[in-house]
């Protein structure tokens, strides 16, 4: 891996005027415990603050914060508080502060589907299902049933049922009550006046489970009561789904969907891998992605805390792990990624092995591990050990990252395929404002020479092995699996 031009500095007028961010994905428990109480925490992430600035990641998205009983935090059962786990009140403002001194935004996962079963409101909505008080305040801040519906679970030993999606500790809220509205208006006012800078809204196909209007209409609303409060927040849906699912999200009036059809090993990326018309596979993915999103933003991304990791997708192989990151970093909009897929930390059987601890280094005596945790595996090292070493998994992701803070065309260009006759070649043209770039993607396992004759300057080289690209008399000399960034104007 090498860049031709220095990707050290991100410039700091770029911040400000940034229209698109990287994001990293946060799970608090496991990035960094600063106390050593196996546990992580917020003191422990703005520690790591510098580190994800010099990584090139522009925001970070921390899963959920609030106080619950489960170690990952998607069962709230207080949404104005912090778990004590993680922290004060004080050390969460302190974080926001910090990163935003680095120009790092801070967005929060906002989970408004269900509350856990041992939230305060629905305690009392089971205590007025038991009297058969169906007038009841809180009795109709969830949906009970006489009947046993698919996606309900049982109140206590009753005949009364009530809606939980996901399980009977996570029942759903009933999202068309106004009293619910209000108390979730006061919820994310709560959470703005915090500073942050948006949030990720969790399980959105499950808002009205089975109506994608309606649950885009939700999101819609969400991101109304946030424009209430701040300006310029960031709104980024949890849309597992089809890709017609997620443009019918994207006409509720949210920013941006994750892309889920990008990301997994059925996805649009690793499934290049295995095309046979590489070329074309790809650019029908990254254009895909740009027309489903109908001019909002984009949320390509590969992992997360519910899929295997990315490493174990790409067979461990760090010459495809490298690569797919890179095919990732030439698509438009905010790219996601989950923290530990940068040293290529791999996965194994259930949630908790896909949420292990990050590895600051390889000799760290202590490793953080979620109950629950099967195996518990690091294959590539620590970041002390990447950073040190100009060939890593590491090294090349922070290439990725401060190639798209430097050149915005990628994030937000105007597309345009530049004909080739080789499959295994792709050139995309990508203008923005003043800026046009060319991307270059050799997606063969051996070296191509690439003619090119317009010129222009190579200012990004993401190679697998070590190799460079080479730019010279109207050929491009590119190695296996290599990206090459070329600047017309
Ligand atoms: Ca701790
Ligand atoms: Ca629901």
Known sequence: MSTSKSSKSIHSDAIANREFDNYYEIFVYSFCDSDDDGVGDFQGVETKLPYIKEMGYTGIWLMPICLSPSYHKYDVQDYMSVDPHYGTMRDFEHLVDEAHKLGIKVILDLVLNHTSDKHRWFLEAVKDAERGNKQGKYYNYYNFSDYNEAGYSTVGNSELFYEAQFYGGMPDLNLDNPEVRDELDKVIKFWLSKGVDGFRLDACTNFYTGDTVKSAQFVGWVKATC???????????ESW????????????????????PMAKDDGYINQTLYADNPSDYFYHAMVELVDIAQGHIPAPFLDNHDTPRIAGVFKRDSAMIKFGYGLLNT?????????????????FYNDPDKRIGMLWDSNQKRKIAPPGVSKQEYVFGGVKQQQADANSILNYYKACNHM?????????????????????????????????????????????????????????????????????????????????????K
């Open 227 to 237: 424009n209430k409060y701040k300006a310029d927040t960031f709104i980024v849906g």
């Open 241 to 260: 789904t089809t890709s017609g699912n997620i443009a019918e999200f994207y006409r509720g009036g949210g920013d941006s969907f994750f892309y889920f």
């Open 331 to 347: 698509l438009n909009g905010n790219v996601f990624t989950y923290y530990g897929d940068e040293i290529g930390m791999v996965s």
């Open 404 to 488: 798209r803070l430097n050149y915005p065309a990628i994030a937000l260009g105007e597309q345009q395929r530049v004909d080739y006759p080789d499959k295994q070649v792709l050139i995309v043209q990508k203008r923005y404002k003043q800026q046009e770039v060319v991307v270059v993607i050799n997606f063969a396992t051996q070296s191509k020479a690439v003619r090119w004759t317009k010129g222009g300057d190579l200012v990004v080289s993401l190679t697998v092995d070590g190799h460079k690209i080479s730019m010279d008399n109207g050929v491009i000399d590119m190695p296996r699996n290599s990206i090459a960034l070329i600047k017309l």
